[in-house]
């Protein structure tokens, strides 16, 4: 059973929206998203959807990587400032050549790759839902959280990997068919996702709250 105290600052923490405290607690929590977001990245869900026989391209198949959910469950469990911390140091770390945390390796290099522009984005994603999630919380605030998250780095990332393609010279169909695939087959499954990741992270963000004292 959860004490009568317990209840009280968790409906206190709701109603106020209280930031989360900087403890070792943090650090660990931290820890545990940037964890998170890498087992993400090589994470592969199998995605199989039968639009009909009438349909043209009337059978949808791709791989989905969860990996923009999660960053928008950091942003939502750790708020703006220690979700961007987060963020931020996952990306310094892929950019290393000690720490192969992107989905095709890592390194200074990698900022020439087609979908660079996606991982940059993470960082406007977390300050854009986090301002969604200041003050009192509600489902639709929660909705455009998730909605502006979820736009930023697929609209951020397009942007990135149009000028790549543009410096390596590459044709328009190569362009349009990248985006198809990696953004508009996958953008309702990433909404989706999303707003039941801040879901579960604003409940659990009033949890930890208490734990931390």
Known sequence: MISKRVKAEITKFHKKNYRIKFCLG??????????????????????????????IGSYLKFEYIPQIPVILFTAALLGECWGLI???????????????????????????????????????????????????????????????????????????MSVIAVLRHDSFDFVTNWIYYQSISKLLYDLVFSFMAILIARGLRRVLWVLMG
Do not use: W
């Open 26 to 55: 943090t650090l660990a929590i931290m820890s545990v998203c940037i964890a998170v977001i890498i087992i993400a990245t090589f994470t592969q869900v199998k995605i199989n959807f039968n639009l009909g026989e009438d349909s």
């Open 86 to 160: 987060a963020v931020i140091t996952y990306i310094l770390m892929g950019l290393t050549p000690f720490f192969p945390v992107f989905a095709l390796g890592g390194g200074l290099s990698y900022v020439f790759q087609y979908n660079f522009g996606y991982i940059f984005a993470y960082i406007f994603a977390v300050l854009i839902s986090s301002k969604f999630l200041k003050g009192r919380i509600s489902v639709l605030n929660m909705v455009k959280a998730a909605v502006f998250g979820v736009l930023a780095i697929h609209i951020i990332g397009i942007l990135y």
